[in-house]
């Protein structure tokens, strides 16, 4: 009897040396022939070796499988266990490959009939689209969904060994940045620009803050703190999944405040327009620095790369600048050990950051720019 008042119908046995209990069943739902023909099941099992209780979680792993077995149903249970360790960005994107690319054609498909060729056409159909770098993450994707399959027994081997290689990646220089030389012009262009002025204000927040362009289009208003002059980014929104603070500039500052004027209303900073629920997507960015005519030698993500190499090359230390771009430390023992923010110094480097490119937009000559000693 249990503590509640319920009966079971109970089989102990010694297994291994060790004395336990099988639970056949409950009294009087399970009558006593059942209970019997139970038992007898069970003990055959001990006298194999095998415990009976482990056998029946076994049991009832293996069809609850057997009832999820398309590619869809396991994509599924891939990413609800996966997803919660990426950033938000990434597994979004994740679920839109799924849902656009490769579910609509394999989705509904059981996974153990799913073969080398499907695969190969879906994601020919992809690479047709001149999406290689696409195409390479539903194969990635696709693979990782087969791992499952084949660690629960619904697939026998992973259908997309034989395409590893398959995809050739376009050669894009997709980070290009601006050499110091190429500042002046595009600062002053960018402050002529006739396109939006929410664009505008985005492609300078984001040359002073060197912040990645999704971090800066997905930014809600209740990130940043105005007294303090910081902007806090929450670990979902950071590539490498850790709260990342900005210490923002006076220019910086000044451009949140324009800003609130024109979008102080919605959610975001950058929202798109007729609705406050979705944000400028960076396609924005790089559409603006086409119409800038820099397209061929910047990229918005590259902003990082100008302000990583001026910075260095005016002796602020490494580890700042990293922190400021909230690079993993590559090095894990240095890792543990190397938490500093560097607050006080990325403050100070990031305001001489501003104040260099105001210098170089009205073309001054000369300009104090480095480490303090």
Same mark, same amino acid.
């Given at each position: 009897?249990?503590?509640? +008042? ?58 609850? =499988? ?40 394999? +989705? ?29 993450? @539903? ?60 664009? @505008? ?16 289009? +997905? &930014? ?15 670990? @979902? ?32 900073? *950058? ?21 800038? +005519? =820099?397209?061929?030698? *910047? ?54 950051? &501003? ?8 073309? &001054? ?9």
């Amino acid at each position: 009897m249990t503590p509640s +008042g319920g009966k079971h119908w109970r089989y102990r046995f010694r297994l291994g040396g060790k004395e336990s209990l099988f639970v056949i069943g409950e009294y009087p739902q399970v009558k006593a022939a059942d209970a019997r023909r139970r038992r007898d099941d069970a003990r055959q099992l001990v006298k194999q070796g095998i415990n009976p209780t482990h056998q029946r979680k076994l049991e009832e792993t293996t069809r609850k =499988y057997e009832r999820a077995t398309t590619f869809e149903a396991v994509a599924a249970e891939w990413y609800g266990a996966k997803s919660g360790a990426w950033s938000v960005g990434y597994a979004g994107h994740v679920d839109t490959i799924l849902k656009k690319d490769i579910n609509p054609r394999i +989705g509904a498909l059981p996974i153990k009939d799913i073969k080398t060729p499907i695969i190969h056409e879906v994601l020919r159909k992809i690479e047709a689209r001149q999406a290689p770098t696409r195409a390479i993450l @539903a194969r990635q994707i696709i693979g990782s969904v087969f791992k499952l399959a084949i660690i629960t027994h619904r697939a026998e081997y992973n259908v997309v060994d034989p395409l590893k290689g398959e995809i050739a990646r376009r050669v894009v220089e997709h980070r290009k940045h601006l050499r110091d030389d190429d500042l002046p012009d595009f600062l002053r262009k960018l402050e002529d620009y006739s396109g939006h002025q929410t664009t @505008a204000i985005a492609l300078k927040l984001l040359m002073l803050t060197a912040v990645r362009p999704g971090e800066l289009c +997905g &930014a809600p208003w209740r990130e940043f703190n105005i007294d303090r002059a910081e902007w806090r980014i929450p670990a @979902a929104r950071m590539k490498m999944n850790e709260e990342h603070v900005v210490p923002l500039s006076r220019q910086a500052l000044e451009l949140l405040k324009q800003l609130r004027d024109l979008t102080g209303h919605a959610e975001y900073l *950058f929202p798109t327009q007729g609705t406050k629920s979705q944000t400028m997507p960076t396609a924005t960015l790089r559409n603006a620095v086409t119409k800038l +005519g =820099y397209s061929d030698r *910047f990229s918005p993500h590259g902003a990082r790369g100008t302000f990583s190499t001026m910075c260095n090359e005016a002796g602020f230390r490494p580890d700042v600048i990293e922190r400021q771009l909230a690079h993993a430390e590559r090095n894990s023992v240095r890792a543990s050990y190397n938490q500093a923010e560097y607050m006080p110094e990325r403050r100070q480097m990031m305001q001489q950051w &501003a104040d260099k490119l105001d210098s170089l937009k009205v073309g &001054a000559q000369v300009i104090p720019f480095g480490k303090v000693a």
